[in-house]
Nanobody, 114 residues
Framework: QVQLVESGGGLVQAGGSLRLSCAASGVIFNINIMGWYRQAPGKQRELVAAITSGGNTNYADSVKGRFTISRDNGKNTAYLQMNSLKPEDTAVYYC????????WGQGTQVTVSP
């Protein structure tokens, strides 16, 4: 059973930074893609950033230049460094891992105050 555990969310003022972590356990195969999604109240879940096992990255336009995704394949862990946070970044952030199928974490709340 694959499990994803996110950590690092919280409350921060606009312009501040947070670092999210996602640790995958129970993995016996390489994780193809790890990604971060977010869902704000009343909105659909959207992709924030994703990274392949080879290190190729993809970002939503709204976070380019502010967020950085990285991963440690040996630890099956992905990170999301979020800088210059804005109130519109407020959402529940979910980790996703693509193996034989997609797996999701439980989510971590990120709140950015004006």
């Amino acid at each position: 059973q694959v499990q994803l555990v996110e950590s690092g969310g919280g409350l921060v003022q606009a312009g501040g930074s947070l670092r999210l972590s996602c640790a995958a356990s129970g993995v016996i195969f390489n994780i193809n893609i790890m990604g971060w999604y977010r869902q704000a109240p009343g909105k659909q879940r959207e992709l924030v950033a994703a990274i392949t096992s080879g290190g190729n990255t993809n970002y939503a336009d709204s976070v380019k230049g502010r967020f950085t995704i990285s991963r440690d394949n040996g630890k099956n862990t992905a990170y999301l460094q979020m800088n210059s946070l804005k109130p519109e970044d407020t959402a529940v952030y979910y980790c996703n891992a693509e193996l034989n199928r997609g797996y999701w974490g439980q989510g971590t709340q990120v709140t950015v105050s004006p």
